[in-house]
């Protein structure tokens, strides 16, 4: 695929940083400068992509592969409730439970997805993942702006309409909406969920696993917690802001 199209799905990924794990608690990014730029991913012909989590997050992050044009990278999925699930999902299969994604990553590479909605599950199965080795591939639907001078961590989801903009900072494992605005300066923490019209607001700095519910918003150079969930439309600022 040319790399002009790649540049222009915005797929990503965490090949240029280091993994940590995430240890409690995490309020920041752990990105020491918010203009390192962005490294966009050039795949090679033998890359395959799996996706943990078959339910909805994970029928949203293969739309997400599909639109991109990704289709042929995708594996398929893992899923401990595999036993209760359909064996296929549009089409890709259910090929086992995270313990047999496990057992291939010590035989071949595989860049992974973790689609699991629970934000602490989510970041414990990718904890347990990377100590195997497992990388993660970010997944930027093509109608997603994100900016240039942005810093998106490996294993984020973004969707359809999402925005992230110049000198922002999103962590690793991080869903961002449809619509929704991680707007410049700000920094959302690894493992958050950014539900559909969510506004992180300018300089602002949301901590990690947080979920910012539809159509919440966060002001100008607020800081949120980790772990704080801010229910849909509510807005949350600085005192005297």
Request: charged letters at 20%; a negative charge.
């Amino acid at each position: 695929m040319p790399a002009m199209v790649l540049n222009f799905l915005g797929v990503w990924n965490d090949l240029r940083w280091e993994e940590r794990e995430i240890r409690e608690p995490e309020t920041t990014t752990g990105v020491p400068e918010p203009e390192v730029e962005v490294q966009r991913l050039a795949l090679d012909e033998e890359m395959r992509v799996a996706i943990v989590g078959a339910g909805g997050y994970g029928r949203v992050a293969l739309d997400v592969l599909l639109a991109g044009g990704l289709g042929d990278r995708v594996l398929g999925f893992y899923d401990d409730a595999q036993a209760a699930i359909s064996d296929r999902v549009r089409g890709y299969p259910v090929l086992g439970d995270v313990e047999m994604l496990k057992s291939m990553l010590s035989v071949e590479p595989v860049h992974v997805i973790v689609a699991i909605t629970d934000n602490t599950a989510r970041l414990r199965v990718a904890n347990s993942l990377r100590g195997l080795g497992g990388q993660f591939f970010t997944a930027a639907h093509p109608l997603a702006y994100l900016s240039g001078v942005a810093t998106v961590e490996g294993g984020c989801v973004v969707a359809a309409g999402a925005s992230v903009h110049p000198d922002s900072a999103v962590g690793s494992h991080c869903f961002l909406g449809p619509a929704c605005v991680v707007d410049r300066d700000a920094e959302v923490g690894a493992g958050s969920w950014i539900s559909a019209g969510a506004v992180v607001g300018p300089g602002a700095s949301v901590g990690a696993r947080v979920i910012l519910g539809p159509n919440a918003s966060v002001g100008r150079k607020t800081f949120v917690d980790a772990d704080v969930e801010v229910g849909a439309l509510q807005h949350v600022a600085r005192e005297g802001a």
